[in-house]
């Protein structure tokens, strides 16, 4: 019989509504019933395409001893970590603190007022490698609750006045400068893997907001390493199994140090983020694999991640039916030599074999492969490569898919909407502007209320019931940003700001500047979360500091460039120490350093200006400009759409651009390659 999370709408959540353990989603009706049989909350905390989150369901979630000793002496409370990145955040701080790691699925033990007093992640159903099994840790636990409640009580009071005095290390209210930034990329540079790309060790995760600064920073100093940097990294990850080469698309990180061996499940946030920094590659060197792979990830979002009301889902799961009827990592996307001559007959499976590295040995598990782009002197025939993909993609279209996560989360699809809407512009391709453009409807028609408040998520064309968080505000202004800029429709820029006074109004320290995640009305946990660091995504924090830049940039608007200063400060601190976890917010801060630099395209009216070719060729000079987050605006001469436009006349009846910075503006020009110089001088 389905427990209460039969009645919610998050995928994870629905995995588990038939297990035998009587679920609560998160509410204050759970910790009521806590209270009311004095017994610990057992909270568990995952999402759907986490594998070992599967595997501990799998082993204890749907055994029934297991469940019938939770039952009885616990309140049991399931979260979807993307649904409520707060609660997620405050205890995975908890875990990490008492534990010094973390990670999912998060399993901890609660008062019944949601303080935490004993933690950890994963829990075997029987001992082994020295952990102890999830029966063992459920009866410790409830022997401690039943006999030494007061002692546990005290535990769980001090873990949370510990955590109430954890202070974010800030520095002042300025951004970083010159030698901060090139402190950071020395730092880098230490940390930098100059054989196979990327930095540090395994597991890799793609460094996609630290290239986004590596970028900015080549773009406004010249600096070779830089580029070096991120160009390698992105041909290293391009060619190895953590890049679908048959679908496009990136899985979430790999397990070894040479980009081989991905962890297969694929996210929304890396493949936005990855589309954007190949599709500014391209725009900075004019690389054709940088080209390939931005437009091959950006098919792959539309083709697989999009669903029907025209936003985009949330993840891939890494396991799938290997057709044997067992679900196994990595099933969908694997090879064998065999499996490659079945489809393609023996000749052409030969090739594919040396052209994808897929061996007798296998580079995964059981004699498989994964396919990859090994460097090699042969050259192959490029429309008989074609004609192997093709014939390879379809074949493995056959294979049970992986389960599809299908909520909507407004923080990744304003990521999405940036990418998309940059790359159908970089590239001539529409289609991705429109994508880009009915995901961005969706979330103003669904996610918005009369308020202009944001929701997190929602699925099917229905709104979830979680509040969004500061990352979803600031994403999804950054998204409309970026769509305002490529398609000249001032009413994004219009949406932006609405979600960024919500920023400075309600997720703002007057006094400090600091940003929470949470907004100051948001329901109340035990600590308010707070964190400035770049991990799978960018911070909220980071996130908000760029789009109000943006904003203010486009509006002159000093609150919001002031309020995007005062953020950058946490950067100052942390970029020169640990700038791996701080890419986006160096990114900003690059910027900030450059301007940024505001361009105007003014073309003839009536009607829109974009549609006269030699406007439009201003604007896509204007778009394809290196300038560290510069933003552009294009109209008509008489468009009241974007302030940017305001007393910027055509000059001898000629489409016009303007370029300015910091209240000072070049000539204006008629010539897009006089503007292509402007907009890159180091």
């Known amino acids: 019989m389905p427990n209460r999370l039969a009645h919610e709408t998050s995928p994870y959540l629905l995995q588990h509504a038939d297990n035998p353990v009587d679920w609560w989603p998160w509410s204050a009706e759970a910790?009521?019933?806590?209270?009311?049989?004095?017994?610990?909350?057992?909270?568990?905390?995952?999402?759907?395409?986490?594998?070992?989150?599967?595997?501990?369901?799998?082993?204890?979630?749907?055994?029934?001893?297991?469940?019938?000793?939770?039952?009885?002496?616990?309140?049991?409370?399931?979260?979807?970590?993307?649904?409520?990145?707060?609660?997620?955040?405050?205890?995975?701080?908890?875990?990490?603190?008492?534990?010094?790691?973390?990670?999912?699925?998060?399993?901890?033990?609660?008062?019944?007022?949601?303080?935490?007093?004993?933690?950890?992640?994963?829990?075997?159903?029987?001992?082994?490698?020295?952990?102890?099994?999830?029966?063992?840790?459920?009866?410790?636990?409830?022997?401690?609750?039943?006999?030494?409640?007061?002692?546990?009580?005290?535990?769980?009071?001090?873990?949370?006045?510990?955590?109430?005095?954890?202070?974010?290390?800030?520095?002042?209210?300025?951004?970083?400068?010159?030698?901060?930034?090139?402190?950071?990329?020395?730092?880098?540079?230490?940390?930098?893997?100059?054989?196979?790309?990327?930095?540090?060790?395994?597991p890799k995760f793609p460094p996609s907001m630290v290239l986004e600064f590596l970028l900015r920073h080549h773009a406004r100093t010249g600096a070779e390493g830089a580029l070096q940097m991120a160009q390698d990294t992105c041909e290293r990850m391009a060619r190895g199994g953590i890049y679908d080469q048959l679908g496009g698309g990136f899985a979430r990180y790999s397990v070894d140090r040479d980009w081989v061996v991905p962890h297969f499940e694929k996210m929304l946030y890396d493949n936005a983020l990855l589309c954007r920094v190949y599709a500014h590659l391209w725009r900075a060197t004019g690389s054709d694999l940088a080209r390939r792979v931005a437009l091959e990830t950006a098919d792959f979002l539309v083709r697989d991640m999009r669903t029907h009301e025209g936003g985009f889902a949330s993840a891939l799961d890494a396991d799938s039916d290997d057709g044997s009827g067992r679900h196994v990592e990595g099933a969908y996307y694997v090879w064998t030599p065999e499996r490659l001559r079945a489809v393609l007959g023996d000749a052409d499976g030969d090739l594919a074999a040396q052209y994808f590295g897929v061996t007798d040995e296998g580079t995964f598990e059981h004699g498989q492969s994964v396919l990859q782009l090994p460097q090699s002197s042969t050259v192959f025939d490029a429309d008989r490569i074609a004609s192997v993909r093709e014939r390879l993609l379809a074949a493995r279209a056959e294979r049970p898919a992986p389960g599809r996560d299908d909520k909507v989360v407004a923080a990744w699809n304003g990521l999405v909407i940036a990418a998309l809407a940059e790359t159908g512009a970089y590239f001539g391709r529409p289609d991705l502007v429109e994508a880009a453009l009915g995901a961005a409807d969706l979330l103003v028609r669904v996610h918005f209320d009369e308020h202009a408040r944001l929701a997190r998520t929602s699925k099917d064309g229905r709104v979830g019931p979680n509040a969004g968080v500061l990352e979803d505000y600031a994403d999804v202004a950054e998204g409309f940003l970026a769509l305002a800029s490529v398609t000249g429709e001032g009413v994004w820029l219009d949406f932006a700001g609405l979600l960024l006074d919500q920023v400075l109004a309600r997720f703002t320290d007057p006094g400090s500047g600091a940003l929470f995640d949470t907004a100051a009305d948001a329901e109340r946990l035990i600590r308010r979360p707070q964190d400035p660091t770049d991990n799978a995504a960018p911070s909220g924090w980071t996130a908000a500091a760029g789009a109000l830049l943006s904003y203010a940039a486009h509006t002159g608007s000093e609150p919001h460039r002031t309020a995007a200063e005062r953020a950058l400060g946490v950067v100052k601190t942390l970029g020169p120490r640990v700038p791996r976890f701080i890419g986006w917010g160096l990114a900003v801060a690059e910027a900030l350093l450059d301007g940024p630099k505001e361009i105007a395209v003014v073309g003839p009216g009536p009607g829109s200006a974009v549609a006269d070719e030699k406007t439009a060729a201003l604007h896509r000079t204007a778009l394809l400009g290196t300038a560290p987050g510069a933003v552009v605006a294009v109209g008509t001469a008489d468009s009241d759409e974007f302030p940017l436009l305001a007393d910027r006349p055509l000059q001898q009846g000629e489409p016009t651009a303007y370029v300015c910075r910091n209240f000072t503006c070049d000539a204006p020009t008629t010539d897009a390659e006089r503007l292509r110089a402007s907009l890159s001088r180091h």
């Not at 616990?74 to 997620?88: A, G, I, L, Q």
């Not at 955590?163 to 290390?169: C, D």
Request: hydrophobic share 35%; net charge negative.
């Open 31 to 202: 910790f009521d019933e806590a209270r009311k049989t004095n017994k610990p909350v057992l909270l568990s905390v995952g999402y759907s395409s986490c594998h070992w989150c599967h595997v501990m369901a799998h082993e204890s979630f749907e055994d029934r001893a297991t469940a019938d000793y939770l039952n009885e002496h616990f309140v049991s409370v399931k979260v979807d970590r993307e649904e409520r990145p707060d609660v997620d955040a405050v205890y995975m701080e908890a875990v990490q603190a008492a534990t010094g790691q973390g990670g999912w699925p998060m399993t901890v033990f609660l008062t019944p007022d949601a303080e935490p007093f004993y933690f950890g992640t994963y829990f075997p159903p029987a001992p082994r490698h020295g952990m102890p099994s999830f029966r063992q840790v459920l009866e410790g636990v409830q022997q401690a609750w039943s006999t030494r409640h007061d002692e546990v009580a005290e535990v769980a009071g001090k873990i949370v006045r510990d955590l109430a005095q954890r202070e974010i290390v800030r520095q002042g209210d300025r951004a970083p400068d010159e030698q901060e930034l090139a402190q950071a990329l020395l730092g880098l540079t230490r940390e930098y893997d100059p054989q196979r790309g990327g930095f540090g060790g395994a």
